[in-house]
Structures are given as C-alpha cells and as structure tokens.
Nanobody, 114 residues
C-alpha cells in the first residue's frame, strides 16, 4: 500500500491548513488511517486517526482544533488543522493500518510561524 500525502506549508499562528492522504488502492482494506507528526529533535507522536467505521481519536494537544475525516468516494482522508500554533510545526506523516501492519506516506512539512 502506498500513501500519497499533500497539503503542508506555511501558516501563521491562528491560521489553518488541510492535509490530504490517499492510498494507491486498498482504501477499504485499511482498518484505520491517520497522522503522526515529528518535530525537530522530538519523537514521532500520534496526532489523530479515523477507523473504517468513522470513529476518531485525537491527541490531547490537538483536540478541538484539528478534525480528521474521510471521503470514501475519493478514497481520501483529510486532516483539517485550525487555530494553528507554533508548536504544531512538524513533519506530518500519513499512515494506514491493515490489522497489525502499518503503511506510511512521505512526510509533509507544516510550519507555523509569523
């Protein structure tokens, strides 16, 4: 399974960005899809994920600001990021999970700075 991520960039504090992630086929085989992020010098942390049935989970640091969703018709998962903070700056990695196996997309850089 290959995952194609897009949508990173530069945003000002308080601004918004939307990330997209689309797998090459196998969309409905994936039990869950989501995003991790890794800031410079830090470990990779889970941001949010969405299961096939639509249930979602978020890291405490992004609750109320980020929204993960899926468009089955487009076989795409989105991460809408609002009220961005400088501490959201990181490389964001899309992933998909089939049972215990993880598949990763390339990182997309999100920079929040004035």
């Amino acid at each position: 399974v290959q995952l194609q991520a897009s949508g990173g960039g530069l945003a000002q504090p308080g601004g918004s960005l939307r990330l997209s992630c689309a797998p090459s086929g196998s969309f409905f085989r994936l039990n869950a899809m989501g995003w991790y992020r890794q800031a410079p010098g830090k470990q990779r942390d889970l941001v949010a994920f969405i299961r096939t049935g639509g249930s979602t989970n978020y890291a405490d640091s992004v609750k109320g600001r980020f929204t993960i969703s899926r468009d089955n018709a487009k076989s795409t998962v989105y991460l809408q990021m609002n009220s961005l903070k400088p501490e959201d700056t990181a490389l964001y990695y899309c992933y998909g999970k089939i049972n215990a196996d993880f598949y990763w997309g390339q990182g997309t850089l999100v920079t929040v700075s004035s």
